[in-house]
């Protein structure tokens, strides 16, 4: 079973910047994408970015010019940088890794992210 873990997320200011990270320990040889989602309590969850195994990169509106999604291979991490953060941005981030081989994707537990004064 593959266990992803994010970090990074925090309480921040409006304005301000976070670098989100996600670690599979163990990496998935046939990934094909990874994602970032997020999720505010009671909402559905929403894909915010992903960057497929030939680097194209997506961004969803919401934070399209404010983000920046990029891997580490050599450290089998998947990270998003976000800046100029906005209340609205606040919610629960998650990973997830799309395993085409097996046709199953692994997520992570989440990282919280609140934008607040």
């Known amino acids: 079973q593959v266990q992803l873990v994010e970090s990074g997320g925090g309480l921040v200011q409006p304005g301000g910047s976070l670098r989100l990270s996600c670690t599979a320990p163990g990496s998935i040889a046939t990934v094909c994408k990874r994602d970032w989602y997020r999720q505010v309590v009671g909402k559905q969850r929403q894909w915010v970015s992903g960057i497929a195994i030939d680097g194209a990169e997506n961004y969803a509106e919401s934070l399209k010019g404010r983000s920046a999604i990029s891997i580490n291979t050599a450290k089998d991490t998947l990270y998003l940088q976000m800046h100029s953060l906005k209340p609205e941005d606040t919610a629960m981030y998650f990973c997830?890794?799309?395993?085409?081989?097996?046709?199953?994707?692994?997520w992570g537990q989440g990282t919280q992210v609140t934008v607040s004064s």
């Open positions: 997830r890794l799309f395993d085409c081989s097996a046709g199953v994707g692994y």
